[in-house]
């Protein structure tokens, strides 16, 4: 899914009536995350909106496909040198293997035409014994079950698969979720339902903060039944956590090779194709042209 250019800060949070929403999911990322760590990617960080929560992190790799909400993310954050800004596709990570030991992915799932690709990337980057905090967007809440019940809706709640409601933005049964998961090589230790006040006339009566206060004291009981839009899960991968993390953060997405630093971009040793880190930012969507070459041969 590509926001590039995209308003989403100013439409999507500043004007779009979400305060409610964004302390909800604060509180439920509070209760999740570990509260330190070496280092944390956010994956489809996109302007930055929970970097507030990271504190406890030497590193903090914010991680999007749009180059320009991590060109605002970079506007606010770019003078603490923990942050580090990558242009990716959460397909092709750039990170090499057990890079990182917390990885967090708020709103980014219900993108995901392919899941089962995407966890097995971030299961790869994840040391053993890292912790992955993940959000998706729940299809077997208490209003689609209620639309359906009402034959007000066609496609039933508690079908496992996947619904796409609009292209590109896809619902998930939490069953469907947890087999991804498991399958992806993670262990959930604790899952929390979220935004179970997500109604227009409770935002306009209920003052954000109390909302999601009340909203934070039935997160953990609601993990029930789970009949929130929003679901967060921690899982644990397997192993002992290693005693120092890999000192090559990144590794070439096209060849999966080693980086070699180079004035404003890395080299890959394996295919020879070079990667922008020019203004502070690693781009790593489009290789840099070679020289007098074609993107299409370079390295071959
Ligand atoms: C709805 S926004 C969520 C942003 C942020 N996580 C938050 O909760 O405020 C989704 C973000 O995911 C990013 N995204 C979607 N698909 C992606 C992919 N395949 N690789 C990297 N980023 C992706 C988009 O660019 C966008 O910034």
């Not at 934070?216 to 005693?243: I, Y």
């Amino acid at each position: 899914m590509d926001y590039e250019g995209s308003d989403y800060e100013e439409r999507f949070w500043a004007r779009g009536g979400r305060e409610y929403e964004d302390r909800a999911e604060r509180i439920a990322l509070r209760k999740l995350l570990p509260p330190e760590g070496r280092r944390l990617v956010d994956l489809g960080a996109a302007f930055g909106r929970l970097a507030d929560l990271y504190r406890g992190y030497q590193q903090v790799i914010l991680l999007d496909y749009s180059r320009s909400l991590l060109r605002q993310a970079q506007a606010r954050l770019g003078h603490d040198p923990r942050f580090l800004f990558v242009a990716a596709n959460i397909y092709h990570l750039p990170l090499a293997d057990g890079a990182v030991d917390t990885a967090v992915m708020v709103r980014v799932m219900h993108h995901l035409a392919d899941v089962p690709a995407a966890l097995a990337q971030i299961r790869r980057a994840l040391a053993p014994g890292g912790v992955f905090v993940a959000e998706y967007a729940s299809k077997r809440h208490l209003k689609a079950i209620a639309r359906y019940a009402l034959r007000r809706q066609a496609w039933s709640p508690f079908d496992p698969e996947p619904y796409e409601f609009v292209p590109l933005n896809f619902d998930f049964h939490p069953a469907w979720m947890a087999q991804r998961l498991q399958e992806a090589g993670f262990r959930v230790e604790r899952e929390l339902a979220v935004s179970h006040f997500r109604h227009p006339l409770l935002k306009r009566l209920v003052p954000a903060g109390a909302l999601a206060a009340a909203d934070g004291a039935v997160q953990g009981v609601g993990a029930l039944w789970k009949l929130t839009p929003s679901v967060f899960v921690r899982c644990r991968a397997a192993g002992q956590p290693p005693a120092a993390l890999p000192a090559d953060l990144f590794r070439c997405p096209r060849c999966a090779g080693a980086l070699a630093s180079e004035p404003d971009r890395l080299r890959c040793v394996g295919c020879g194709v070079a990667w922008s880190t020019a203004g502070g930012l690693y781009d790593f969507k489009e290789p840099l042209a070679p020289a007098g070459g074609n993107l299409s041969t370079a390295g071959a």
